[in-house]
């Protein structure tokens, strides 16, 4: 099975701070995504990756920058958190073909104060 | 730009009877992929079903089947003999078959499943 592994489950952090979520899959995939999932707005996709050290702007990237030094590693990064960056964070991978399902993490809940 | 929309913000169902929920969207392409996937609550999301546009036969898994209308651009998953371990949000996704795209989701439905 596909594991997608987040290393934080829960996260507090204060404003201002700068602050680094990872994401590490073990199965060789070239896709790499973060999305960000809020109450009544449903998953919004901040960044994603197709190839290490490729990386392309989602839906909503403002406040947010990424990494992809190596292929099984996709790291989200707030330069200076605010509180709304306070939200529930799924990274997730696929391999190359079209009609491959994504493979989730299990979130990491950040809360900024 | 494609839009997803779950038009059912939380559906309630029984033990052992069906319940259908409702996807539609909005794309001009022909080619495309669509995706039902499942979050129980404080776990990992993970696929239910997914459909080709390309396919005019309706895919199944198991107890969840769904009714795929391309010309209404409509989506819905049904659930057939419903279980508790069914209760979870459930995610309508739309993918276009070309280049580097990406996935979209509609907003959820949250699926009660009462004994």
């Known amino acids: 099975d596909v594991k997608v592994t987040q290393s934080s489950r829960y996260l507090v952090k204060r404003t201002g701070e700068k602050v680094f979520l990872e994401c590490v899959q073990d199965?060789?995939?070239?896709?790499m995504f973060w999305y960000r999932q809020d109450p009544g707005l449903g998953l919004r996709l901040i960044y994603f990756?197709?190839?290490?050290?490729?990386?392309e702007k989602g839906d909503i990237p403002e406040g947010y920058s990424v990494s992809r030094e190596k292929k099984e590693r996709f790291s989200l990064i707030l330069e200076s958190a605010s509180t709304n960056q306070t939200s529930m964070y799924l990274c997730?991978?696929?391999?190359?073909?079209?009609?491959?399902?994504?493979?989730f993490g299990n979130g990491t809940r950040l809360t900024v104060t | 730009a494609q839009t997803v929309t779950q038009s059912q913000p939380e559906m309630s169902v029984q033990e052992a009877e069906t319940v259908t929920l409702s996807c539609t969207y909005d794309?001009?392409?022909?080619?495309?992929?669509l995706f039902w996937y499942k979050q129980p609550p404080s776990r990992q999301m993970i696929l239910v079903i997914r459909?080709?546009?390309?396919?005019?036969q309706n895919a199944t898994e198991n107890r969840f089947s769904v009714n795929f209308q391309k010309a209404a651009k409509s989506f819905s998953l049904k659930i057939s003999d419903s279980q508790l371990g069914d209760a979870a949000m459930y995610f309508c996704?739309?993918?276009?078959?070309?280049?580097?795209?990406?996935?979209?989701f509609g907003k959820g439905t949250m699926l009660l499943v009462s004994p």
């Open positions: 996704a739309y993918r276009r078959d070309s280049g580097y795209s990406t996935l979209t």
């Open positions: 997730a991978s696929k391999p190359g073909q079209r009609n491959s399902p994504l493979h």
């Open positions: 199965m060789d995939h070239e896709n």
């Open positions: 990756s197709y190839d290490v050290k490729m990386k």
């Open positions: 459909q080709e546009a390309y396919k005019q």
């Open positions: 794309t001009s392409e022909s080619d495309y992929y």
